[in-house]
């Protein structure tokens, strides 16, 4: 016996924001993180809608949905489609992502996946109020993007080493072990 073949996920991007200038790019990027995680969460719904939006809009929306009065990355719409062929609605916001993406020094595009995926996530039924709900969410958003290429997104970014002369490299030596330093 030969199983049922899953219909594919239909994917409907919708840009809302000129902000999103490279709009192609990004429709690629959350299509794809989109079919990894519907893939190895074996999703029966059949449809899905993205809007790419702004923090203007995104502020409008998590103040009326969440009393949030603020912008946020990411919202999580799902459907209450009794048939169960809509998943639901992800909204992305553009500024918040890229700045996001610059201060934890990740490609704007493996934190638009990883955003995609983590509202997708919602959408399926996943949160992260309680640890236990919240570590199951990121071992399975790490499992996802590690599939995608993505480097783990709750890792802490590096920093960049200062450069150190081997003059004050010594005074940093000298100041932590309480020692003045006396000039010459």
């Given amino acids: 016996m030969t199983r049922a073949a899953r219909p594919a996920l239909a994917l409907d991007v919708l840009i809302a924001s000129d902000r999103w200038q490279d709009a192609e790019r990004a429709e690629a990027i959350v299509g794809r993180a989109i079919a990894q995680a519907a ?8 449809e899905l809608a993205i809007v790419l939006s702004d923090d203007s809009a995104m502020r409008v929306l998590n103040r009326r ?3 949030i009065d603020a912008a946020t990355n ?4 799902p459907a209450k489609d009794a048939a169960g062929t809509h ?4 909204v992305l916001s553009f500024e918040t992502i890229a700045r996001e993406a610059r201060a934890e020094r990740k490609p704007f595009a493996h934190h638009l996946a990883h955003l995609a995926v983590h509202g997708f996530l919602h959408l399926l039924g ?3 109020h309680r640890q236990r709900d919240a570590l199951r969410m990121e071992r399975t958003e790490r499992t996802i993007l590690h599939r995608l290429g993505v480097a783990d997104p709750y890792r802490p970014a590096t920093k960049p080493a200062a450069r150190r002369t081997a003059k004050n490299s010594g005074k940093r030596v000298a100041k932590r072990r309480g020692r ?3 000039k010459a």
């Fill in 180 to 182: 003045r330093l006396r």
């Fill in 126 to 128: 996943y949160d992260h």
């Fill in 39 to 46: 893939a190895a969460l074996s999703t029966r719904a059949t």
């Fill in 65 to 67: 949905w969440r009393g």
């Fill in 74 to 77: 990411v919202l999580s719409f």
């Fill in 87 to 90: 998943l639901g609605d992800i």
